[in-house]
């Protein structure tokens, strides 16, 4: 369900550390510290890169500086993201959300560069970072989004909402779900456990409020910004989750209420959720995966699946 352009935070060596970046550089003689940007926060970007070759220096500039909250060390950020790459003397757009909707940047984002870009940096802010491949992808680059291990990227990042990578509904604890539902425990700042009971599962759709949030309803065509854990009614086993675990670092989700981004179970169940809310989505087939299911999760056409998801935010393109 996440979306495929959260490949680009991810480099292929995995032993890049996120310390130890090389610094900035503003000299008129480095072609990086050249790239420049114009055009409004949260709106597409004019990036012009110039016509030669690329430094090995880190460059980093915020030309648009904004006057919220400093992202803290350890937060993820909604952000809206547009990433070049500058190849010789030629550069092009590998992916932009600006036309779509902003994605979660990753604490944990891997690429050391556009971590140092993005420290300390404050909500409302436009970060233009000039990436060399010794602070991004390294000398293997990244085959599958044709980045080369001697090309350099160019990033424009518009810092929206910060989140913790445990962030979870804020709203007054109202069902717990159970008897013919599954039920649901909430231990503190981790993953609700989800206990199915043995018993056929419902064949419509199922909204049940868990936690009752007090914030604005969730509207078509937002970008939402939530946690959750997903199971297997069948199985009754985790098939995918959000929340930090011994194996992930975990980051909430951002997704768009509306379209085919996510299964359609959770546009249906989201709609006029109000922000702050827990809430338990039974999903039967027809609003889940389909009669093909999701063979790589274990999913058959039959299934019906559990979610429980935490409303965190709900972003509209006027304010993204």
Known sequence: MRRISAALL??????LALAGCGSSSSSASNPNSQVSVSGSFGKAPNVKIPAEKASAKLAISTPIKGSGQAVASGDDVLANLAIYVWSGKTHKLLDSTFTSIPQILPAQVGLKGLAAAVKGKTIGTRVLAVVPPADGYGT?????????????????????????????????????????????????????????????????????????GTGPKLTAGQTVVAQYVAVNWRTGAVFNSTWPSSSSAGTPFSFALAGTGVIPGFIKGLTGVPVGSRVMLVIPPADGYGKTGQASVGIKGTDTLVFVVDVLAGVSAATA
């Open 140 to 212: 293997s680059g990244n085959s599958q989004l044709g980045v080369k291990g001697t090309d350099t990227t160019v990033w424009v990042i518009d810092l929206i909402k910060p989140f913790s990578p445990t962030s979870s509904a804020s709203g007054q604890h109202v069902s717990s779900g159970g008897g013919s539902l599954p039920s649901v425990t909430a231990p503190t700042a981790s993953a609700p456990v989800v206990t199915v009971p043995k018993s056929t599962p419902p064949s419509k759709l199922v909204v049940k409020t868990l936690i009752q």
């Open 10 to 15: 991810v480099p292929l060596l995995a032993a």
